[in-house]
């Protein structure tokens, strides 16, 4: 909810105030009236999903004089969706290096995709495989030789991630 203010009470038959908004993830009436002998008049600004944090501002006008308020849109929080549960490889699996190795977590309700983060250290710092995939289970055959680790989280379709799942250790040698 915003809220104009004028600088004394309207006159009678009120004082309409126009209102813009510099982005589209929060739009707001084109206008807003302030009831005679009133001096503010609130209107209803509402926000579309947005995956990064977004500035607003928002433009009231009347009698040729303009005043901005500005807002934040922020992304759905993380952790809105389920953090799923890996089911294999098995802890400390073992594979060849041509083998393909087959990752698989459990369906999170509301996920459009996965992120999958395989890295030869726990820290996952800079992951050696770090992909979006759609359905629950990822496979490959051209893992390098190390001892591995891997860990999914689910993205909505705006692109908010859910949290992390626990990490899982592999070998591939």
Known sequence: TGTVTLT????????????????????VPTSVTVPAGQATAS???????????????????AAGISRTASLTVNPPASG???????????VDARFNPSQNVVFDWTD?????GYEIAIDDQSTFASPT??????ASTFSTSTL????????????????????????????VR
């Open 43 to 61: 209107f209803t600004a509402s926000t579309n999903t947005v995956s990064t944090q977004t500035a607003v501002t928002v433009t009231a006008t």
């Open 80 to 90: 809105t969706l389920a953090t799923p549960s890996l089911l294999s490889p098995a």
């Open 8 to 27: 004394t009470p309207a006159p009678s038959g009120g004082t309409a105030v126009s209102l813009t908004s510099s982005n589209a993830a929060a739009s």
């Open 108 to 112: 999170v309700a509301g996920a459009a």
């Open 144 to 171: 390098p030789a190390a001892r591995m680790w891997f860990r999914v989280r689910a993205v909505d379709a705006s692109g908010a991630a859910g949290a992390w799942s626990g990490s899982r250790r592999f070998e």
């Open 129 to 134: 495989v770090l992909r979006t995939v759609t």
